[in-house]
T-cell receptor
Framework: DAMVIQNPRYQVTQFGKPVTLSCSQT?????MYWYQQKSSQAPKLLFH???????NEADTPDNFQSRRPNTSFCFLDIRSPGLGDAAMYLC?????????????FGPGTRLTVL | AQSVTQLGSHVSVSEGALVLLRCNYS??????LFWYVQYPNQGLQLLLK??????LVKGINGFEAEFKKSETSFHLTKPSAHMSDAAEYFC???????????FGTGTRLTIIP
């Protein structure tokens, strides 16, 4: 089945220790998104790629970076995680950037910062 | 800018009863509207979407929603609740020319046996 895969599902890191979260997709979609979802809150868009074109949200901290080496993979790098970065990180894809296009979500990676 | 408001962060209904989850949107241009469901420790799954075709939209798992422009609403309903419907539900909006989905704060649905 075509899907969005996130690894790992659970990640524990230490305060200030860089961490990378991974997302891959078999849908061959052009757009990939990263969301941050804190407990009992709505998902918050961090950034997205349309093909290789990177689009950062204005309020995304510089501590968060992303890479998309090819169509299938996208990475979220947190350079120096703080306690406030503990959250569920959701990857999503859509076929095209049109606003009517459904976004397909992965299962998420829950990040714990010690 | 577009936004959505979900009234009621927690809703409890008895098994077999009507489910009604409320969503109101704000947009200066015709919106596209979505309902997503999230089970514990899972990603979001699309229930249904409104893209300016029929105003009554049917989705998966017996859910439907009606777009009412005059009320700026897109409430989610299901005639008979099932235990498996217990989850978090998010309403979301996007507008033409903008890939961004703006989510509401979510409604946690509890089903009482």
């Amino acid at each position: 089945d075509a899907m969005v895969i996130q690894n790992p599902r659970y990640q524990v890191t230490q305060f200030g220790k860089p961490v990378t979260l991974s997302c891959s997709q078999t849908l061959n979609h052009n757009v990939m998104y990263w969301y941050q979802q804190k407990s009992s809150q709505a998902p918050k868009l961090l950034f997205h790629y349309y093909d290789k074109d990177f689009n950062n949200e204005a309020d995304t901290p510089d501590n968060f970076q992303s890479r998309r080496p090819n169509t299938s993979f996208c990475f979220l790098d947190i350079r120096s995680p703080g306690l406030g970065d503990a959250a569920m990180y959701l990857c999503a894809t859509s076929r095209d950037p049109g606003s009517y296009n459904e976004q397909f979500f992965g299962p998420g990676t829950r990040l714990t910062v010690l | 800018a577009q936004s959505v408001t979900q009234l009621g962060s927690h809703v409890s209904v008895s098994e077999g009863a009507l489910v009604l989850l409320r969503c109101n949107y704000s947009s200066s241009v015709p919106p596209y509207l979505f309902w997503y469901v999230q089970y514990p420790n899972q990603g979001l799954q699309l229930l249904l979407k409104y893209t300016s075709a029929a105003t009554l939209v049917k989705g998966i798992n017996g859910f439907e929603a009606e777009f009412k422009k005059s009320e700026t609403s897109f409430h989610l309903t299901k005639p008979s609740a099932h235990m498996s419907d217990a989850a978090e539900y998010f309403c979301a909006v996007s507008v033409g020319g903008n890939e961004k989905l703006t989510f509401g704060t979510g409604t946690r649905l509890t089903i009482i046996p």
